[in-house]
């Protein structure tokens, strides 16, 4: 009897796993859109692949808001020309944030998942110090070129005035600073990333959960 029943078992396990779909193919297509969606840097479509708090995770949804408040000084009363530059340097960090993405086969049926191994921009392991020493750089630079226009300003403007005037002239030399040397001297971190998927009402996969190991 104890083998007959063990039988049966095995039987309706065999049985049970022939009827579950397979969603390998759906999963992993989404899975490959939304890799590829990071490693170009459009974090916003990224981002609608994903189950709300996701893109928090994986540090994707703040980015220009980041920069911009790092950066806010020279985006006060800035011209036109040096907004456009600083949406430059956040392209440039959204592309480099991410590289050497590769989508693992290893899609497990049972629990929706499938993970993929990739590098991550670490943007700490350059210190921030490195950007005000060589703003103070190009800012004394230009003083030194532009005093009397400077004085001009300060008379008019007074002292906001004139540092919004030295922060619109250097702001072209620093920003290109930071898409060249400050940001060629940040580090990766390998990372292998495990993504969780859900199937909505309308059949719809998307990313409910990403967990994240070294490596």
């Known amino acids: ?29 989404v899975a490959q859109s939304f890799l590829t969606k990071v490693d170009e840097g459009d974090f916003h479509a990224a981002e609608k692949l994903c189950a709300k708090g996701v893109s928090e ?24 020309a040096t907004k456009q530059a600083l949406e430059d340097y956040k392209q440039s960090i959204k592309k ?26 670490n943007t700490s392991s350059v210190s921030q110090e490195m950007v005000k020493t060589k703003a103070n750089e190009l800012s004394t630079a230009f003083i030194n070129a532009h005093q009397q226009d400077l004085v001009a300003i300060y008379k008019k403007s007074g002292e ?3 540092q ?7 702001a072209a030399d620093l920003i290109n600073y930071l898409k060249t040397d400050y940001l060629s001297k940040m580090k ?6 495990t993504m969780k998927f859900v199937q909505d009402d309308h059949e719809k996969w998307t990313i409910k959960t990403i967990a994240i190991t070294k490596g």
């Open 188 to 193: 990766y971190t390998k990372q292998t990333w």
């Open 57 to 80: 995770a994986i540090a994707i949804d703040n980015v220009d808001k980041t920069i911009d408040e790092e950066y806010a000084s020279y985006l006060t009363n800035a011209s036109d």
């Open 160 to 162: 906001q005035g004139m």
């Open 1 to 29: 009897m104890k083998k007959l029943m063990t039988g049966m078992v095995v039987v309706v396990a065999l049985l049970l796993t022939a009827c579950t779909p397979n969603y390998k193919e759906p999963i992993t297509k």
């Open 96 to 121: 480099a944030m991410f590289e050497k993405i590769k989508l693992n086969d290893d899609y497990n049926n049972s629990q929706h998942s499938i993970s993929a191994k990739l590098s991550y921009l």
């Open 164 to 170: 919004q005037a030295v922060n619109e002239g250097i």
